[in-house]
């Protein structure tokens, strides 16, 4: 650090006005950022990470109120006027948010969107306006910036949309750039894009980069220091090297416990369980309206022939890329779509010729668990009634007292309060939802449950309890489990097998040890590469090679191998012929080259 910080914030507090009184969110945190330094503030949902920034820049609600004291340069900025203030943001100091899509103005293609940051920043006329947008663009690493300049929002990825806000926060080359958890919403592999990136910027451009996030494996591989906050105070402060060894607080120990690390899980053993679900050649299609008066109709193919098996008591993950079929596979197993092509056979049943009532009895066989454990919940019904919905559905003839019996059991089998019954949704954590949730699934005794996403939206200390408790009952009830995620650290604690999806296909399918030690396919390798490691020393000398580009269209999928465009062993061969699963190691793999993997 350099003598005089860039940034130096001393006893910060942050104060809201509420009808049950006042609530304090920040509480008298000091820190500092040193220009060229990145500095990582660590903490679960509720710890006052992004009202800290906020407070910093003026951003509060209405109701809001900072105090204390942020020196930025010569000038406190909680002490300076709105006009004043308002010169700093953008120029001085930039913001990029964690959810571009709602950052974006949808009204706005990008390229009026950058234009206005320039011109209102820099005093630029339209056209060098344009031109230097374009430039922008293109330092983020967006090919063709001059045709994205007309495109809107909707029309990009996410991961595009974030480079695009990456872009607007730096044209004006701030001397502090915030990212407020840049790259939650993202794919691992994307994820690992935008952090090369904003290291990359920031070193070329000298700024100082202040990191908001609840993943310890990013701090790890991307920040100099680190502040731990809980509650609105800080509970750890120091270089990135001496909080990974030597926690100097309890709360900063049980963050780094609760992390999953890729490189390191414990062993299940396999499950000797009868084969309960078998489906084969499973395709879905969707019509897609044709763009043109006298354009064919076409077909999205979503799932592209994929073959699953699933035993009582086995959990099979499933991991891939947003837009890689995962979910519509879960939506074509759970019969909530019907398959276009292939076979579903559970427990003896043909699933595909099932429809109207004969389908609607055998879902109790087969539950789901949803991402978003609070919009899963009806908002208007109680604890008891969600949990009870299943057993008035399947179990007519149980009476009202038996069904509070059995729900009351499950809450607590659960980890929830039976007292809380007659509660709502909106009064519990969104890990104690989740609960709920688990509770609705399993309150009819199903032998599969499909969890898509269950953890993501959750912070880690509630991931790993949720992770916890489905192995543990899975182990008590003999659940065969299919585990759908983005985070490959999650997938290898939990389960047995894992396949890897990419554009509609399985590229990959083999036991989780030998697919985390021995990964045959070069898309798998990928993926494992772009996982972070909760280990600064690990993860800045890990030789990685991450993938570049994004999952091409499902309308125009490329000839042979659909992972050819990014993939570093293609050869003529992949664009000729489509690899089939076959078997190399201990692994099935569709892959030409998967030896030389």
């Given at each position: 650090?350099?003598?005089?910080?860039?940034?130096?914030?001393?006893?910060?507090?942050?104060?809201?006005?509420?009808?049950?009184?006042?609530?304090?969110?920040?509480?008298?945190?000091?820190?500092?950022?040193?220009?060229?330094?990145?500095?990582?503030?660590?903490?679960?949902?509720?710890?006052?990470?992004?009202?800290?920034?906020?407070?910093?820049?003026?951003?509060?609600?209405?109701?809001?109120?900072?105090s204390?004291?942020?020196?930025?340069?010569?000038?406190?900025?909680?002490?300076?006027?709105?006009?004043?203030?308002?010169?700093?943001?953008?120029?001085?100091?930039?913001?990029?948010?964690?959810?571009?899509?709602?950052?974006?103005?949808?009204?706005?293609?990008?390229?009026?969107?950058?234009?206005?940051?320039?011109?209102?920043?820099?005093?630029?006329?339209?056209?060098?306006?344009?031109?230097?947008?374009?430039?922008?663009?293109?330092?983020?690493?967006?090919?063709?910036?001059?045709?994205?300049?007309?495109?809107?929002?909707?029309?990009?990825?996410?991961?595009?949309?974030?480079?695009?806000?990456?872009?607007?926060?730096?044209?004006?080359?701030?001397?502090?750039?915030?990212?407020?958890?840049?790259?939650?919403?993202?794919?691992?592999?994307?994820?690992?894009?935008?952090?090369?990136?904003?290291?990359?910027?920031?070193?070329?451009?000298?700024?100082?980069?202040?990191?908001?996030?609840?993943?310890?494996?990013?701090?790890?591989?991307?920040?100099?220091?680190?502040?731990?906050?809980?509650?609105?105070e800080?509970?750890?402060?120091?270089?990135?090297?001496?909080?990974?060894?030597?926690?100097?607080?309890?709360?900063?120990?049980?963050?780094?416990?609760?992390?999953?690390?890729?490189?390191?899980?414990?062993q299940?053993?396999?499950?000797?369980?009868?084969?309960?679900?078998?489906?084969?050649?499973?395709?879905?299609?969707?019509?897609?309206?044709?763009?043109?008066?006298?354009a064919?109709?076409?077909?999205?193919?979503?799932?592209?022939?994929?073959?699953?098996?699933?035993?009582?008591?086995?959990?099979?993950?499933?991991?891939?890329?947003?837009?890689?079929g995962?979910?519509?596979?879960?939506?074509?197993?759970?019969?909530?779509?019907r398959?276009?092509?292939?076979?579903?056979?559970?427990l003896?049943?043909?699933?595909?010729?099932?429809?109207?009532?004969?389908l609607?009895?055998?879902?109790?066989?087969?539950?789901?668990?949803?991402?978003?454990?609070?919009?899963?919940l009806?908002?208007?019904?109680?604890?008891?009634?969600i949990?009870?919905?299943?057993?008035?559905?399947?179990?007519?003839s149980?009476?009202?007292?038996?069904?509070?019996?059995?729900?009351?059991?499950?809450?607590?089998?659960?980890?929830?309060?039976?007292?809380?019954?007659?509660?709502?949704?909106?009064?519990?954590?969104?890990?104690?939802?989740?609960?709920?949730?688990?509770?609705?699934?399993?309150?009819?005794?199903?032998?599969?449950?499909?969890?898509?996403?269950?953890?993501s939206?959750?912070?880690?200390?509630?991931?790993?309890?949720?992770?916890?408790?489905?192995?543990?009952?899975q182990?008590?009830?003999?659940?065969?489990?299919?585990?759908?995620?983005?985070?490959?650290?999650?997938?290898?604690?939990?389960?047995h097998?894992?396949?890897?999806?990419?554009?509609g296909?399985?590229?990959?399918?083999?036991?989780?040890?030998?697919?985390?030690?021995?990964?045959?396919?070069?898309?798998t390798?990928?993926?494992?590469?772009?996982?972070?490691?909760?280990?600064?020393?690990?993860?800045?000398?890990r030789?990685?090679?991450?993938?570049?580009?994004?999952?091409?269209?499902?309308?125009?999928?490329?000839?042979?191998?659909?992972?050819?465009?990014?993939?570093?062993?293609?050869?003529?061969?992949?664009?000729?012929?489509?690899?089939?699963?076959?078997?190399?190691?201990?692994?099935?793999?569709?892959?030409?080259?998967?030896?030389?993997?």
């Open positions: 650090m350099s003598a005089a910080p860039l940034l130096s914030v001393r006893n910060l507090r942050v104060r809201f006005s509420t009808p049950d009184g006042e609530v304090e969110a920040v509480r008298g945190i000091d820190f500092d950022v040193a220009a060229g330094e990145t500095l990582g503030i660590v903490g679960e949902s509720g710890s006052g990470k992004s009202q800290t920034v906020l407070a910093l820049l003026g951003l509060l609600a209405d109701n809001g109120q900072a204390g004291q942020a020196r930025f340069g010569d000038r406190d900025l909680l002490a300076l006027p709105e006009a004043e203030l308002a010169a700093i943001r953008g120029s001085g100091i930039s913001v990029v948010f964690q959810d571009p899509m709602t950052a974006l103005n949808p009204y706005l293609s990008i390229g009026e969107q950058l234009g206005l940051v320039l011109r209102h920043k820099q005093g630029l006329g339209r056209r060098e306006a344009r031109a230097r947008a374009a430039d922008a663009l293109e330092s983020v690493h967006i090919s063709e910036p001059q045709r994205r300049l007309a495109m809107y929002p909707h029309e990009l990825s996410g991961g595009m949309r974030q480079r695009v806000m990456l872009a607007a926060a730096l044209a004006c080359e701030p001397a502090l750039l915030i990212a407020d958890e840049p790259t939650t919403a993202l794919d691992v592999t994307v994820q690992a894009q935008i952090l090369a990136l904003l290291a990359e910027l920031t070193r070329a451009h000298g700024t100082a980069l202040i990191l908001i996030t609840h993943d310890l494996g990013v701090v790890a591989g991307s920040c100099d220091r680190v502040l731990v906050m809980e509650r609105g800080a509970r750890d402060y120091a270089p990135v090297e001496r909080l990974f060894a030597r926690p100097g607080h309890a709360y900063t120990r049980a963050l780094l416990d609760a992390v999953p690390r890729i490189d390191r899980a414990a299940r053993p396999p499950p000797a369980g009868e084969i309960l679900l078998q489906a084969q050649d499973l395709q879905v299609e969707f019509p897609v309206r044709p763009e043109g008066l006298f064919r109709p076409r077909r999205l193919k979503a799932v592209a022939g994929v073959d699953l098996s699933l035993r009582a008591g086995e959990t099979v993950g499933v991991v891939g890329e947003s837009g890689c995962k979910s519509t596979l879960a939506r074509a197993v759970l019969r909530l779509l398959p276009t092509a292939g076979r579903i056979v559970m003896g049943k043909a699933l595909q010729e099932l429809d109207g009532e004969p609607r009895r055998f879902r109790r066989h087969l539950q789901v668990v949803f991402q978003d454990p609070l919009a899963a009806d908002p208007r019904m109680t604890v008891r009634d949990v009870a919905e299943p057993l008035q559905n399947f179990e007519p149980l009476n009202p007292a038996a069904v509070t019996e059995r729900v009351a059991a499950m809450l607590e089998r659960v980890g929830l309060e039976p007292a809380h019954l007659n509660r709502y949704p909106h009064q519990f954590s969104g890990g104690q939802c989740q609960r709920i949730g688990i509770a609705r699934a399993l309150i009819i005794r199903p032998e599969l449950v499909i969890c898509d996403e269950p953890v939206a959750l912070d880690v200390t509630v991931q790993a309890q949720i992770v916890r408790l489905l192995t543990e009952l182990d008590e009830l003999g659940l065969a489990l299919m585990f759908i995620a983005h985070d490959l650290a999650v997938v290898r604690q939990l389960s097998r894992v396949m890897v999806m990419y554009l296909r399985a590229v990959e399918v083999a036991e989780v040890r030998s697919l985390y030690e021995q990964p045959r396919h070069p898309y390798r990928a993926l494992l590469d772009a996982v972070p490691v909760p280990d600064p020393v690990v993860e800045r000398t030789q990685r090679v991450l993938l570049s580009g994004e999952l091409p269209s499902p309308l125009s999928p490329p000839s042979g191998c659909a992972f050819r465009g990014r993939c570093p062993l293609a050869q003529a061969r992949c664009a000729e012929e489509r690899p089939a699963l076959r078997p190399a190691g201990a692994s099935l793999v569709a892959c030409h080259f998967a030896d030389e993997a």
